[in-house]
């Protein structure tokens, strides 16, 4: 466990040498979302292969840096691309940014990914506001961490997304004229999508979306207390009933369609927190 502090340290310390400093809004972008990058004005950017101790992308459709700029005058780091567990990566590694990002100064936690929607009122293309949700995936970021440097090792989940987060998306979306919606996400381990019985199963246990990232970081970020929210793109509907067979380009083609609305949400959403609101 030392092991991880101290990389955190030296990952931190080599970040902020590179001029990773003064931001207090961190961005995960998800899979075929990517161009909230295109609102930024970047200082800085690089490979997450540069970076001491970082894990590397994998996923092809997953640009793996991390950058540095300004959206709505206020100082941003985005992470393009992240970590996931059908990757090899365990849990520590997966989530291994999000202490960073903490470390770094980092005080509000954006997070998006593309979710396969098993609400029937889901379609392709919505936005949905994550208000709470169930993980399926086998480990926990939390295993082992008993040293007290790590904080509470019994971490409260009752409000994983922060309210005060997620009521500002809300506001903002209005003020957008975008359609957000809200719902329930599981977190399954993937890389395979579900059959019509799976899809049933999590639909009776109180999912509304299914993915296979995001939760990881959250139980993270509540055990640092960094607050987070979370914006899921409906990039296929998984009616049991009529299912129809689904290829990974379509799902990334979906998410790209989505992204500009979610990049604006997202855009004014830092703008609010920057006025304080």
Do not use: W
């Amino acid at each position: 466990m030392e092991n991880i502090l101290q990389k955190i340290s030296e990952t931190s310390a080599y970040l902020t040498q590179k001029g990773f400093i003064g931001a207090s809004t961190g961005v995960v972008l998800g899979t075929g979302l990517g161009s909230f990058i295109e609102l930024m004005e970047i200082e800085q950017t690089i490979p997450y292969h540069d970076i001491p101790n970082f894990p590397v992308a994998t996923v092809e459709f997953h640009k793996g840096q991390l950058i540095i700029g300004r959206v709505a005058g206020k100082k941003v780091i985005a992470m393009q691309g992240r970590f996931h567990f059908y990757e090899g990566y365990d849990m520590q590694q997966i989530t291994f940014p999000i202490r960073v990002l903490k470390t770094l100064g980092i005080q509000y936690l954006l997070l998006s990914n593309a979710a396969g929607g098993m609400n029937p009122v889901f379609k392709k293309g919505d936005l949905v506001m994550l208000d709470d949700h169930i993980n399926l995936l086998p480990e926990n970021p939390l295993r082992g961490l008993n040293d007290p440097a790590f904080g509470n090792r019994f971490v409260d989940m009752s409000q994983p997304y922060s309210s005060y987060l997620n009521n500002i998306l809300v506001q903002t979306s209005g003020k957008l004229e975008l359609e957000l919606k809200q719902g329930v996400y599981v977190s399954v381990m993937g890389p395979n999508l579900e059959t019509r019985a799976e899809y049933r199963h999590l639909r009776s246990i109180g999912a509304d979306m299914v993915g296979m990232s995001t939760v990881p970081e959250v139980i993270v970020a509540a055990h640092i207390g960094l607050a987070c929210a979370a914006v899921s793109v409906i990039t296929d509907e998984c009616d049991p009933d009529n299912l129809q067979a689904v290829d990974i380009s379509e799902i990334i083609a979906v998410a790209r369609k989505a992204d500009a609305k979610l990049s604006r949400l997202f855009q004014d959403t830092i703008g609010a927190l920057a006025a304080g609101l």
